[in-house]
């Protein structure tokens, strides 16, 4: 199996510009993960699906953050509009069962937002 | 609230010494705990697991991990660094459905 994929692997956009990352998960894992990662507040959970649906989205920062996840194998994370504020690495990583929970993560998206 | 601490954000061992990484969690039930290694500009990668059973774990690239359930921790060694451990490590403890992450420890190795 390839692993988790992500794209684009970096993305540069300007402040108010609308930012679409996507994910192919490992093939038969049942569990998705999208995180996000900075300096300030290290790896913080954005909001995690099962079976396609959303589970828990609490750590989605505003309303300007939506993710879905249409069949087993791609989710995308969207931010409209974006902010300077939301540069950041975003992974995600895919699981195959929540019982022993490990999980496989994507190289991650650089969002650098001007 | 649930918690991971990492004992120092930076670790510095020459080459050849032991490594020692600490971890400890808050909980009061038997956790599920994990060690990740994150190199530059890469994804995490699971470097071992504690789930039930012996709670010396053994990992990759010859690390280990032992879970002592009365002091709350599970810090990773390895009897002898090598240059190419030279990365940022992640202590992850399952709560729930969700793993909680650690604030890092990046691990440089000196020769």
């Known amino acids: 199996d390839a692993g988790v994929i992500q794209s684009p692997r970096h993305e540069v956009t300007e402040m108010g510009q609308e930012v679409t990352l996507r994910c192919k998960p490992i093939?038969?894992?049942?569990?998705l993960f999208w995180y996000r990662q900075t300096m300030m507040r290290g790896l913080e959970l954005l909001i995690y699906f099962n079976n396609n649906v959303p589970i828990d989205d609490s750590g989605m920062p505003e309303d300007r953050f939506s993710a879905k996840m249409p069949n087993a194998s791609f989710s995308t994370l969207k931010i409209q509009p974006s902010e300077p504020r939301d540069s950041a690495v975003y992974f995600c990583?895919?699981?195959?069962?929540?019982?022993?929970?490990?999980?496989?993560f994507g190289p991650g998206t650089r969002l650098t937002v001007l | 609230a649930q918690s991971v601490t990492q004992l120092g954000s930076h670790v510095s061992v020459s080459e050849g010494a032991l490594v020692l990484l600490r971890c400890n969690y808050s909980?009061?039930?038997?956790?599920?705990l994990f060690w990740y290694v994150q190199y530059p500009n890469q994804g995490l990668q699971l470097l071992l697991k504690?789930?039930?059973?012996?709670?010396l774990v053994k990992g990759i690239n010859g690390f280990e991990a032992e879970f002592k359930k009365s002091e709350t921790s599970f810090h990773l060694t390895k009897p002898s660094a090598h240059m190419s451990d030279a990365a940022e490590y992640f202590c992850a403890v399952k709560y729930g459905n969700k793993l909680v992450f650690g604030a890092g420890t990046i691990l440089r190795v000196k020769s």
């Open positions: 909980s009061s039930v038997p956790p599920y």
């Open positions: 990583a895919s699981s195959l069962s929540w019982v022993e929970y490990e999980q496989f």
């Open positions: 093939s038969g894992h049942d569990y």
């Open positions: 504690y789930t039930t059973g012996a709670t």
